[in-house]
């Protein structure tokens, strides 16, 4: 049986990685959160004008916040397939990873507090 080429193993990786983000949108509730969010935030930044430098933090951020939901449902996955009964390690792990993503979000915030502040009340002042 030949290898398959390198353009054709590159493809099927790219084929695996846009299933896995398939997979998370049609299994994680929370991600349809993000993906509001996410939509609210970028809305909210082309009406404001934010700058480049505003622009690419809150596209980090976001990127941040998604990464970290993927990585948590990977993790929640495998837990529930090495420990299907009831286990604390597994549960602790599941925490962690919900953990992180629960940090990122925080952090997501608190920059986009920083950034739209200024906006809304530069908004507020010029429409009173």
Request: hydrophobic share 55%; aromatic share 12%.
């Amino acid at each position: 049986m030949s290898r398959p080429s390198f353009i054709k193993s590159r493809l099927n990786s790219f084929r695996f990685a846009f299933n896995g983000l398939s997979a998370v949108f049609r299994s994680e509730p929370n991600m349809h959160l993000h993906v509001l969010a996410s939509i609210i935030v970028l809305v909210m930044a082309y009406r404001f004008e934010v700058t480049q430098v505003e622009w690419c933090l809150l596209i980090l951020c976001i990127g941040m916040v998604w990464v970290a939901e993927i990585f948590n449902t990977s993790i929640e996955t495998l837990t529930n397939l090495v420990s299907p009964e009831h286990n604390i390690l597994a549960g602790k792990t599941k925490d962690l990873a919900a953990g992180a993503v629960l940090m990122a979000a925080i952090t997501a915030v608190a920059v986009g507090l920083f950034i739209f502040i200024p906006y809304w009340v530069a908004y507020v002042n010029t429409e009173l």
